[in-house]
């Protein structure tokens, strides 16, 4: 179904009082799902959809494990260091999320030092 202009013939009209992000969340979740892998670790089976521990504005599909160990994909690392301008301006809650590195859960240190062989 296309999604139109608020009033238009359909999409929005059809959708009332759901806002964009919402419709979007949603489509995200779907989306996700299709996919049988954990988008995290990539090696256990999805089953959970939910938002992204660094306050990014996106779902990924989770294992059970990647949930336990509270481990976001290392991309969305690199992508919120990069949004605030850097290593040093990063909040200190965000030194306890966790990711999935070549085969093992890594502690943020790990992720910075990936990091930083990136530049």
Not at 7 to 26: F, I, M, N, P, Q
Not at 99 to 108: A, H, L, P, T
Request: hydrophobic share 40%; with cysteine.
């Amino acid at each position: 179904m296309p999604i139109t202009a608020k009033g238009g013939e359909d999409g929005l009209a059809r959708l009332g009082s759901y806002c964009l992000s919402c419709v979007a969340s949603r489509l995200a979740a779907q989306i996700a799902m299709q996919t049988p892998l954990c988008e995290v670790c990539k090696k256990r089976e999805a089953v959970v959809v939910g938002s992204c521990t660094l306050a990014q504005a996106i779902s990924h599909a989770y294992c059970q494990e990647c949930i336990k160990q509270r481990a976001d994909p290392i991309w969305c690392f690199f992508a919120v260091i990069d949004g605030v301008g850097g290593l040093n301006h990063l909040a200190d809650w965000c030194r306890s999320v966790r990711s999935y590195y070549c085969g093992e859960y890594i502690k943020f240190g790990t992720v910075k030092d990936i990091y930083l062989q990136l530049d």
